[in-house]
C-alpha cells in the first residue's frame, strides 16, 4: 500500500484493523505475510496485532471461512489458506446437480451445456476453492488448463492457490515463441489431436495441476500428463468439475471430480456428487 493510502488521522479501532488484515489476507492467499507489515501498515504494536490476528483467525473458524495460520518463528508470520469444509464442498455439488438435471442441458454427443454455470464468477470462485481443498496436498506452482471451457475454473482454482495459470492451446501462436506440441488420443472420440505449450510456461522440476470442465474417457488428461514429461515437471493432481460414469477405466489415474454424469433415462439428466465428495 503506498504511503498516501496509509491511515493519517488518529488510531484504528480493532474492528478497522481486522477488515483491512482480512482484505489483505484474502487477496494474497498462501502468501505469508510478517507481522511487521501489519504493524507498519496499522501503527500499532506486535501485540496488538498478534491479539487482532486471534480474533480474526476465530471468525474464519466460526463461519467456515478458510484458515488463518500463523507461523512461530524468526521467519514466521501469518497467512490465509481458502479452505472450505467437506460439508460446503458436497453442497456445492448438489447444487450444481439440480441445475445440471434440466434436460435442456443435454447436448449432442452425450454432453451437457454447462457454460453459463462455470462462467458465473461465483460458481467458479466456489468450484476453485473446492480443488483447493481437495488438491491441496499437490502443492502446485502452476495450474493448467486446456482452452477454453475449463479456463474460468482453472483461473479461480489458480487464485485460490496463488499460482499461475497456463493455458495449454490445441495449435501454436507465434507471439508466444517456441513451444511444445504432443499428440494425443481423445478418450471419446479416438481422434488424435496436439496440444501445444510455450517453452517458457513450465520449469523444469515445477509441480502443476490440471483443471478441466468434463472427463470422458480421460484422453485430454493423459495428454497433459506427456506434455509435462517433455517439460520435466511434474503433474501432481487432475481436478474435473464433471466426469462421465461410462467409460468406467479412463486414460488417466489419479484424478478428481465434483460430479459423475451417468447419462439420461426416461428425459431426466443422472448427475450426482461424486465420491470425492
Request: aromatic share 6%.
Amino acid at each position: 500500500m503506498t504511503r498516501e493510502a496509509r491511515p493519517r488521522r488518529g488510531r484504528l479501532r480493532r474492528g478497522e484493523r481486522m477488515v483491512v488484515m482480512a482484505h489483505r489476507l484474502l487477496t494474497h492467499p498462501y502468501q505469508l505475510f510478517p507481522l511487521s507489515t501489519f504493524m507498519e501498515l496499522l501503527g500499532a504494536a506486535k501485540s496488538t496485532i498478534s491479539e487482532d490476528l486471534g480474533f480474526l483467525r476465530q471468525a474464519f473458524d466460526r463461519f467456515h471461512l478458510g484458515r488463518v495460520e500463523t507461523l512461530a518463528g524468526a521467519a514466521g508470520g501469518v497467512r490465509y489458506l481458502p479452505q472450505v469444509t467437506r460439508e460446503q464442498i458436497r453442497s456445492l455439488a448438489e447444487d450444481l446437480c439440480r441445475r445440471l438435471r434440466d434436460p435442456v442441458r443435454v447436448l449432442p454427443g452425450g454432453f451437457l451445456h454447462t457454460t453459463d454455470l462455470i462462467s458465473h464468477p461465483q460458481v467458479a470462485a466456489a468450484v476453485g476453492q473446492a480443488f483447493a481443498t481437495l488438491l491441496v496436498q499437490t502443492r502446485p506452482d502452476v495450474v493448467l488448463t486446456m482452452e477454453v471451457k475449463g479456463i474460468p475454473l482453472a483461473l479461480e482454482t489458480a487464485r485460490a492457490f496463488n499460482v499461475p495459470l497456463v493455458t495449454i492451446r490445441r495449435g501454436g501462436r507465434v507471439t508466444e515463441g517456441p513451444a511444445v506440441t504432443v499428440n494425443y488420443v481423445s478418450g471419446s472420440s479416438r481422434l488424435v489431436g496436439q496440444m501445444t505449450l510455450p517453452l517458457r510456461a513450465i520449469h523444469p522440476g515445477q509441480r502443476a495441476i490440471f483443471i478441466d470442465d468434463f472427463l470422458r474417457g480421460g484422453g485430454t488428461a493423459r495428454g497433459v500428463q506427456d506434455l509435462m514429461k517433455e517439460f520435466r515437471a511434474e503433474l501432481a493432481g487432475i481436478g474435473v468439475l464433471i466426469e462421465t460414469a461410462v467409460p468406467k477405466e479412463k486414460l488417466a489415474d489419479g484424478y478428481t471430480s465434483l460430479i459423475v454424469y451417468e447419462g439420461t433415462s426416461g428425459g431426466e439428466v443422472l448427475v450426482s456428487p461424486s465420491r470425492f465428495v
